[in-house]
């Protein structure tokens, strides 16, 4: 009996002290985010030609009216060209397109992977451009994203990410992924940037010196290219820049079933990234000082919020009936109660309201909270499917033609 009491004990405080983690990582970052972000001075005045390479696959509801919209920047027409790359496009589709001043490229695999594509279209365009621009096939531009991307370029950084967020809120789901969006903006990327370390990389609305790029991708063919990608970089020592005022809309999840695909590959690719490049980046920081790359190592292991705010939930409400009824047949087996769960719930659920845009703060939003213990199962079930999502292509279907409302020029 006192063998399984030890054990016990020890497994909670194992747990307890990853949630203490967990917590106090996203609070130092979401509370930083609250500050202005510092902008370094400009280091040269150069205008960079950008390929915007938008890759594809089965996207022929939404991608001629993303690739019409991609040419309606407000930077020198000649200073850019917008990249379809169409992987399984219908014969119609490619027509459309074709009639467009874009280039397309085709591509055919027998897997389809995100950095086969873009791989693939590197290899056919050539090498004479400055900066690569990746946007999803469901993305909207804001008219001025490739003048200030080209501004963050002339500030001396050589990877920009830009402020990707909701272009739609039709549903429940839409709305919690748009919220949930925005917060890993403020933890993720405003915050480190305030605190001086890397933005997060998102996977679209990001820039990366042209060279760089397509050498880091000649060697990456995963399902989850954008965290090798960042990690390549971190670990080469070029931080990346978030531009809060560069933004792109992306499409949120309308349906619990692609919520489940979506999330289930995140995390097996951040596992997988975890197992990778632990001890590099622990080696890095004990040699190098490269306190960059050892964070984005720790980042692959924070849970998704909605998980760490659901467990916490349930961690404090079974340990309060706990102590307030007095169950000591329960309590006798472990060392830690409710006034340790308690203040964890809290923090977060600080953390998470001031990370979140106060124009979320209305009835539709606190409508779609009552989706969140279903997006709390749904995410506590794709943890159970992530055998083998690290490895395969899971494919996010994108039908969302909605005008997006832009600011005004």
């Given at each position: 009996m006192n063998i399984i009491r030890i054990i016990l004990i020890v497994l909670e405080l194992l747990v307890f002290s990853y949630f203490v983690f967990a917590v106090l990582y996203i609070f130092i970052?979401?509370?930083a985010s609250l500050f202005k972000q510092r902008i370094p001075a400009k280091k040269m005045d150069?205008?960079?030609?950008?390929?915007?390479?938008?890759?594809?696959?089965?996207?022929?509801?939404?991608?001629?009216?993303?690739?019409?919209?991609?040419?309606?920047?407000?930077?020198?027409?000649?200073?850019?060209e917008v990249i379809v790359i169409a992987d399984s496009f219908k014969p119609e589709t490619l027509e459309a397109l074709q009639k467009l001043p874009i280039r397309v490229e085709v591509v055919v695999f027998e897997v389809s992977?995100?950095?086969?594509?873009?791989?693939?279209?590197?290899?056919?365009?050539?090498d004479n451009y400055d900066v690569a621009m990746i946007?999803?096939?469901?993305?909207?531009?804001?008219?001025?994203?490739?003048p200030k991307i080209n501004e963050a370029f002339n500030r001396g950084f050589y990877a920009v990410q830009g402020h990707r967020m909701a272009k739609n809120t039709n549903t429940n789901f839409a709305i919690l992924d748009a919220i949930s969006e925005e917060i890993n903006n403020a933890i993720f990327r405003k915050g480190h940037r305030v605190l001086g370390l890397s933005s997060a990389l998102i996977g679209s609305g990001m820039?990366?010196?042209?060279?760089?790029?397509?050498?880091?991708?000649?060697?990456?063919?995963?399902?989850?290219?954008?965290?090798?990608?960042?990690?390549?970089?971190?670990?080469?020592?070029?931080?990346?820049?978030?531009?809060?005022?560069?933004?792109?809309?992306?499409?949120?999840?309308?349906?619990?079933?692609?919520?489940?695909?979506q999330r289930r590959r995140w995390i097996a690719a951040q596992l997988l990234h975890f197992r990778d490049?632990?001890?590099?980046?622990?080696?890095?920081?004990?040699?190098?000082?490269?306190?960059?790359?050892f964070d984005k190592v720790l980042q692959m292991i924070q849970p998704p919020r909605i998980l760490l705010s659901g467990i916490l939930f349930i961690l404090t409400l079974s340990s309060g009936l706990v102590y307030f009824f007095q169950l000591n047949f329960i309590s006798q087996w472990?060392?830690?109660?409710?006034?340790?769960?308690?203040?964890?719930?809290?923090?977060?659920?600080?953390?998470?309201?001031?990370?979140?845009?106060?124009?979320f703060f209305n009835k539709r939003t606190y409508k779609a909270l009552l989706s969140l213990p279903a997006g709390f199962l749904l995410m506590f079930l794709s943890l159970l499917k992530i055998r083998g999502a690290g490895s395969r292509f899971i494919h996010t279907t994108h039908s969302h033609t909605e005008k997006v409302t832009k600011k005004a020029k």
């Open positions: 970052f979401g509370f150069k205008m960079r030609k950008f390929a915007v390479m938008i890759p594809g696959y089965k996207e022929d509801l939404v991608i001629v009216d993303v690739a019409i919209d991609a040419l309606q920047q407000d930077y020198p027409k000649e200073l850019f992977k995100k950095s086969k594509a873009l791989n693939k279209c590197m290899a056919s365009i050539g946007l999803d096939a469901d993305n909207i531009m804001e008219h001025d994203v490739l820039a990366i010196d042209y060279k760089i790029y397509k050498s880091f991708m000649s060697e990456i063919d995963s399902v989850g290219e954008d965290k090798e990608l960042e990690m390549r970089l971190l670990r080469n020592d070029y931080q990346i820049e978030y531009v809060e005022d560069a933004r792109i809309y992306d499409e949120k999840t309308s349906q619990s079933k692609v919520f489940v695909n490049y632990f001890f590099p980046g622990f080696i890095h920081l004990l040699k190098t000082g490269n306190i960059d790359f472990f060392s830690l109660g409710f006034y340790f769960w308690l203040p964890l719930l809290l923090l977060t659920g600080i953390v998470l309201w001031i990370s979140i845009p106060r124009k």
